[in-house]
């Protein structure tokens, strides 16, 4: 479908006024100039509402107010303050690049979308966002609000999650971009989808593109955007068997190659289907205990994007010491329990059961 110079010229204008006339949305992070912070808060609001990730912007800004800061920093206190975000491999490569940005670039964040896109960890879009809000950059950002806004202003049907779609969006997006007012046009643009073009029900009557909006004219809003696979999701069933003696908690380390890597959590046993307590114990405990001192304490479920996770938490007292020899784990004792990092679903278990 051709898009006529003057739609996109519109479009431009239209959304221009809106922004600095009705716009209202604040965050602290919106007209930061400063990259690190830029950088920051574009990491913790990938796959995160804003609500969500705003108290942890600013706990990092409290804690490490600058790139050096976090460098320097313990990996265990940096998990510990990510814990709850989940996607746990966004922490990782973050504290990657504060290190990579202060030894190779001497604690400077390169300028340039092309030098930004190497760092790891920082896609297309984040580059895109640094570059244009620190640097006044003309690159185009697109993030799913703004390919909601595109699809359905413009009436695109090519799929966002295709090759083909994707560069035809970044292709607009990059045109109705005005060279001079970057900052402001992709705030503007990602605020719309954020608070007026929204998934569902959008406030077309207060939307400065209703106009020109094929979305509206032909009925297509709940069609558009269009996506073209579909997500797969895996059901996982996760046993933790914690054992308790003194006062003290058996706790592991994950490790690479799967959710959650790098944090903590008690004694695993992952299961193909729900298995019942008598069989956890039989098949999967290298344990002389009876098989009635493991008790269910609580159930839970956490949807992640790609996976389910149905999880069972036993404990089990081990009185004596001598018969217990489980690898790769330590003692920590309940009280100390709060300085580890651990999947979001530990930490609701250990609050709703005393443990922090
Ligand atoms: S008119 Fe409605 S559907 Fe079209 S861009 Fe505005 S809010 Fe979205």
Same mark, same amino acid.
């Given at each position: 479908?051709?898009?006529?110079?003057?739609?996109?010229?519109?479009?431009?204008?239209?959304?221009?006024?809106?922004?600095?006339?009705?716009?209202?949305?604040?965050?602290?992070?919106?007209?930061?100039?400063?990259?690190?912070?830029?950088?920051?808060?574009?990491?913790?609001?990938?796959?995160?509402?804003?609500?969500?990730?705003?108290?942890?912007?600013?706990?990092?800004?409290?804690?490490?107010?600058?790139?050096?800061?976090? =460098?320097?920093?313990?990996?265990?206190?940096?998990?510990?303050?990510?814990?709850?975000?989940?996607?746990?491999?966004?922490?990782?490569?973050?504290?990657?690049?504060?290190?990579?940005?202060?030894?190779?670039?001497?604690?400077?964040?390169?300028?340039?979308?092309?030098?930004?896109?190497?760092?790891?960890?920082?896609?297309?879009?984040?580059?895109? =966002?640094?570059?244009?809000?620190?640097?006044?950059?003309?690159?185009?950002?697109?993030?799913?609000?703004?390919?909601?806004?595109?699809?359905? #202003?413009?009436?695109?049907?090519?799929?966002?999650?295709?090759?083909?779609?994707?560069?035809?969006?970044?292709?607009?997006?990059?045109?109705?971009?005005?060279?001079?007012?970057?900052?402001?046009?992709?705030?503007?643009?990602?605020?719309?989808?954020?608070?007026?073009?929204?998934?569902?029900?959008?406030?077309?009557?207060? #939307?400065?593109?209703?106009? /020109? #909006?094929?979305?509206?004219?032909?009925?297509?809003?709940?069609?558009?955007?269009?996506?073209?696979?579909?997500?797969?999701?895996?059901?996982?069933?996760?046993?933790?068997?914690?054992?308790?003696?003194?006062?003290?908690?058996?706790?592991?380390?994950?490790?690479?190659?799967?959710?959650?890597?790098?944090?903590?959590?008690?004694?695993?046993?992952?299961?193909?289907?729900?298995?019942?307590?008598?069989?956890?114990?039989?098949?999967?405990?290298? /344990?002389?205990?009876?098989?009635?001192?493991?008790?269910?304490?609580?159930?839970?479920?956490?949807?992640?994007?790609?996976?389910?996770?149905?999880? #069972?938490?036993?404990?089990?007292?081990?009185?004596?010491?001598?018969?217990?020899?489980?690898?790769?784990?330590?003692?920590?004792?309940?009280?100390?329990?709060?300085?580890?990092?651990?999947?979001?679903?530990?930490?609701?278990?250990?609050?709703?059961?005393?443990?922090?």
């Amino acid at each position: 479908m051709e898009i006529t110079t003057a739609a996109k010229n519109r479009f431009t204008l239209s959304l221009s006024h809106w922004h600095q006339n009705y716009n209202v949305r604040n965050l602290p992070w919106k007209g930061e100039k400063d990259p690190y912070k830029i950088w920051l808060s574009e990491i913790i609001l990938q796959q995160t509402r804003a609500a969500q990730g705003l108290p942890y912007y600013l706990a990092f800004t409290h804690a490490f107010p600058t790139v050096a800061h976090l =460098a320097v920093a313990d990996d265990a206190d940096v998990f510990r303050l990510w814990q709850g975000l989940g996607y746990y491999n966004r922490c990782k490569n973050m504290l990657a690049t504060a290190r990579i940005i202060t030894s190779a670039h001497h604690g400077v964040f390169p300028n340039t979308y092309i030098q930004l896109l190497a760092l790891k960890g920082i896609g297309p879009y984040t580059a895109a =966002a640094i570059a244009s809000f620190a640097f006044n950059q003309p690159v185009a950002v697109v993030d799913g609000n703004v390919y909601r806004v595109l699809s359905r #202003c413009f009436g695109i049907d090519s799929p966002i999650d295709s090759t083909s779609g994707k560069k035809l969006f970044a292709e607009l997006a990059q045109q109705l971009l005005p060279p001079d007012n970057s900052a402001a046009h992709n705030q503007a643009i990602m605020d719309l989808g954020a608070t007026v073009c929204t998934p569902a029900l959008p406030k077309c009557d207060s #939307c400065p593109l209703s106009k /020109l #909006c094929v979305a509206t004219k032909s009925d297509l809003i709940r069609q558009l955007p269009i996506k073209s696979k579909k997500i797969i999701v895996k059901e996982r069933f996760f046993n933790y068997i914690i054992f308790q003696h003194n006062n003290n908690t058996w706790i592991t380390q994950r490790q690479a190659g799967d959710i959650w890597e790098n944090l903590h959590e008690p004694y695993l046993i992952e299961t193909k289907q729900p298995t019942e307590a008598i069989a956890l114990y039989k098949d999967n405990l290298p /344990l002389n205990a009876h098989p009635n001192s493991l008790k269910l304490i609580s159930k839970s479920k956490q949807k992640l994007t790609h996976q389910v996770i149905n999880t #069972c938490f036993y404990t089990l007292v081990i009185n004596d010491l001598s018969q217990f020899n489980m690898p790769n784990g330590w003692w920590v004792n309940n009280s100390e329990l709060k300085k580890l990092a651990f999947p979001k679903t530990l930490v609701s278990f250990f609050k709703n059961n005393l443990y922090f």
